[in-house]
T-cell receptor, first 114, second 116 residues
């Protein structure tokens, strides 16, 4: 069974600071990788996803993530955060086969101070 | 595209009662997933359907839980004889499987269950 670890439970940054959220997964086969975001009072939304090809993927709102297969990692980055990025961020994986159920990490709460 | 909708949004019940939640996926999405999320945790997979067929159930889904998708459109999740440990947010997601190998799951707002 797959598992996902997000080591940072709560990150506090000032506006314009750079962001990197860690995500490591454990799975014996090929995986698809995702970052979802949950803004206060809203439902989960997809930020970006990796299925194959270029390991550097770009998502919405200036976010990007890099898949490093040798490290089983899929870290999320943004060069300059805004107050509106305050939210909870979830990393998730699914097997590459036909069954696509997601396994989520426990989430990282990001607080951006104005 | 009206998004995934879930009803009710909140449910408070007494221990031992039965509850039923409904999920309406994005129209034409053939896959529908149920997840459960407790405080401080990420969502955990419960079960999923492709059209009306229930293809997989997690070990988290005890005998008290049952899910249906009778016509391949909306789905219901029923919990019988609720326990306090069932208190959680129940999330539904849908996706279009088959036409696009990079299918994305779109989540609904969830139903928050509180068992007293």
């Amino acid at each position: 069974a797959q598992s996902v670890s997000q080591h940072n439970h709560h990150v506090i940054l000032s506006e314009a600071a750079s962001l990197e959220l860690g995500c490591n997964y454990s799975y014996g086969g090929t995986v698809n990788l995702f970052w979802y975001v949950q803004y206060p009072g809203q439902h989960l939304q997809l930020l970006l996803k990796y299925f194959s090809g270029d390991p550097l993927v770009k998502g919405i709102k200036g976010f990007e993530a890099e898949f490093i297969k040798s490290k089983f990692s899929f870290n999320l980055r943004k060069p300059s955060v805004q107050w509106s990025d305050t939210a909870e961020y979830f990393c998730a994986v699914s097997p590459s086969g036909s069954a696509r159920q997601l396994t989520f990490g426990s989430g990282t709460q990001l607080t951006v101070l104005p | 595209d009206t998004g995934v909708s879930q009803n009710p949004r909140h449910k408070i019940t007494k221990r031992g009662q039965n509850v039923t939640f409904r999920c309406d996926p994005i129209s034409e999405h053939n896959r529908l997933y149920w997840y459960r999320q407790t405080l401080g945790q990420g969502p955990e997979f419960l079960t999923y359907f492709q059209n009306e067929a229930q293809l997989e159930k997690s070990r988290l889904l005890s005998d008290r839980f049952s899910a249906e998708r009778p016509k391949g459109s909306f789905s219901t999740l029923e919990i019988q004889r609720t326990e306090q440990g069932d208190s959680a947010m129940y999330l539904c997601a849908s996706s279009l499987w088959g036409q696009n190998p990079t299918d994305t799951q779109y989540f609904g707002p969830g139903t928050r269950l509180t068992v007293l």
